[in-house]
């Protein structure tokens, strides 16, 4: 009996165990491969890439590429660029794809103090010593920040040693000069310098009425002379050559110098003023730089000093009637480019009876030469003066002959050929100034 009671225990408890364990297997949860796990799986958003391009602004700050999720909102960089104000081309609040988002800069107009501040750290002397062993000076500007230069061709003319002066009183002897214009009076020039303070060069249509601000070296002493004034016109040809007119105070000294916007930006290299008009200057539009910019030579100032040597070699010395003397140019004798050798030269000299000597054939520093006429070749002579930026001035009709003059303004050079019954002409080159 005791035994059997023992029996019955353990098998109720047996089956309560058993209950116990059965509970517990149903009331265990199951894998969940229904409508709800799909659901899940179907609220995971896409990510998306949003690339910033800067375009030509600095980062300051913030990610250039990010990783967005479907409907976030991208977090702009933070960048900048020098006088322009930022906006971005597209909303970026709600990305629903990869997308590029490129920042557009709008130029600031600056006042002119913040003006005369850029252009005089950019603003350059210009010193040179000549062949004839005197000197001179003019200015010119960074377009980089590896020390080129741009000047005008007359300031650098016939030189054997050019140095340059910075802003903050370095003084840099020129290294190459990259090309040069005697038609545009533009020079290109380069100096061995780092993070050299360049100017910005506009590319926009300049407009008669707009600000203009003019910087240089007046009298080649008064360094950082900084004047303003007003756009007077936008076409005026000087010796074929497309310049601006402007009101813009500018002397001796200041040719080479920059001419720039109310965004100081270079929009003409100062060339000259009219001495017989009022606030009548001329600045070289800085469009003509992309002639010089597609002909380099890369001259040494000794490789210069030698191309000059051998282009007066073949050119007339011009007569200077005002100072009573001949000078070296680099415009070639009618000989040279037409081949036809010169058949008298007349050299005018008040100590002869005549008031005159006469050479047979050609011989230097004489006041006229004579050539046998023949159109065809007087036609290609005319031509190679416009290349060296003469332009046709007047027509005469005198006794016996017909008188014709050609003229370059950034020089003061004449030269004037006199055709006489169709037989023979007379050459003239002499200096205005």
């Known amino acids: 009996m005791n035994q059997f009671k023992k029996a019955k225990i353990f098998l109720v408890t047996a089956l309560l165990l058993l209950q116990l364990i059965l509970s517990a297997c149903s009331g265990r949860s199951t894998p969940n491969t229904g409508p709800s796990l799909k659901k899940n799986l179907m609220s995971k958003k896409p990510v998306y890439t949003v690339t910033f391009d800067i375009n030509g602004g600095t980062l300051v700050s913030g990610e250039l590429e990010q990783q967005v999720t479907e409907g976030s909102a991208a977090t702009a960089p933070i960048v900048e660029k020098e006088n322009h104000k930022l906006t971005w081309d597209r909303n970026f609040e709600n990305i629903t794809s990869d997308i590029l988002i490129t920042a557009q800069w709008e130029k600031t107009e600056l006042t002119s103090t913040e003006i005369a501040e850029i252009v005089q750290k950019s ?33 650098i003319e016939h030189a054997t040693s050019i140095n340059v002066e910075t802003f903050n009183s370095g003084k840099y002897d020129v290294e190459t000069i990259v090309a040069f214009s005697e038609l545009n009076d533009l020079a290109i020039l380069k100096i061995n310098t780092q993070d050299s303070p360049a100017l910005e ?29 007003t756009v007077s016109n936008t076409s005026r040809i000087i010796n074929g050559v497309s310049c601006i007119q402007m009101d813009t105070a500018i002397s001796s000294g200041n040719s080479g110098g920059p001419l720039v916007n109310t965004y100081g930006e270079v929009i003409g290299v100062n060339a000259m003023s009219y001495i017989d008009g009022e606030n009548l200057n001329i600045a070289v539009k800085i469009e003509n730089l992309e002639d010089l910019t ?42 040279h480019v037409t081949g036809r050798d010169c058949f008298k030269s007349i ?11 006469i050479y047979d054939g050609y011989v230097d520093m004489c006041h006229m030469y004579i050539y046998d006429y023949v159109v065809e070749e007087m036609d290609t002579y005319v031509e190679y003066l416009k290349t060296k930026g003469f332009k046709f001035e007047e027509r005469e009709e005198k006794d016996g002959y017909t008188l014709y003059t050609y003229y370059n303004e950034w020089t003061g050079t004449i030269v004037s050929y006199s055709q006489h019954d169709g037989d023979f002409i007379v050459l003239d080159i002499s200096s205005a100034r």
């Not at 002397?125 to 000047?151: A, M």
């Not at 490789?303 to 680099?330: C, G, H, L, P, Q």
């Open 123 to 155: 603003t350059v002397t210009v010193n040179c010593e000549y062949y004839d062993g005197s000197t001179g000076s003019g200015s010119g500007f960074f377009i980089d920040d590896q020390g080129t230069i741009v000047t005008s061709y007359h300031v």
């Open 347 to 357: 050299k005018f000299d008040e100590t002869q009876e005549s008031g005159e000597i």
């Open 294 to 335: 597609a002909n380099k030579v890369n001259y040494t100032v000794k490789d210069y000093e030698e191309w000059v040597m051998k282009e007066t070699d073949r050119s007339y010395s011009v007569y200077n009637a005002i100072n009573d003397y001949f000078a070296y140019s680099t415009i070639n004798t009618y000989t």
């Open 201 to 229: 060069i506009c590319t926009d249509e300049v407009k008669v009425g707009e600000a203009a601000y003019a910087n240089g070296s007046a009298l080649g002493i008064l360094t950082g002379t900084f004047t303003s004034g």
